[in-house]
Nanobody
Framework: QVQLVESGGGLVQPGGSLRLSCAAS????????MAWYRQAPGNERDLVAT???????NYADSVKGRFTISRDYAKNTVYLQMNSLKPEDTAVYYC?????????WGQGTQVTVSS
């Protein structure tokens, strides 16, 4: 069974940094595309960044140049390094694993950017 466990969220001041981690269970990790989404109160869940099994990445325009997604195959973990954080980055961040039409989600981790 696929399990995704996020960690690393918290409260940070504007301009600060956080690194989110998503630990994945099982040997399937190598063939799944991985992504981070976020959802602010009253908003839809939006795509933040993706990384393919071959390491290609893509970012939402709102986070380009500030966020970096990466994956460690030895640790079955995907990361989201978030720099220059803004109050509008405040949201619950979710890890996603996708293969074709199959999607798995983590439980989410709260990120709050506030002074």
């Amino acid at each position: 069974q696929v399990q995704l466990v996020e960690s690393g969220g918290g409260l940070v001041q504007p301009g600060g940094s956080l690194r989110l981690s998503c630990a994945a269970s099982g040997s399937w990790f190598r063939v799944y595309a991985m992504a981070w989404y976020r959802q602010a109160p009253g908003n839809e869940r939006d795509l933040v960044a993706t990384v393919t099994p071959t390491g290609s990445t893509n970012y939402a325009d709102s986070v380009k140049g500030r966020f970096t997604i990466s994956r460690d195959y030895a640790k079955n973990t995907v990361y989201l390094q978030m720099n220059s954080l803004k109050p509008e980055d405040t949201a619950v961040y979710y890890c996603n694993a996708r293969l074709g039409m199959v999607n798995y989600w983590g439980q989410g981790t709260q990120v709050t950017v506030s002074s």
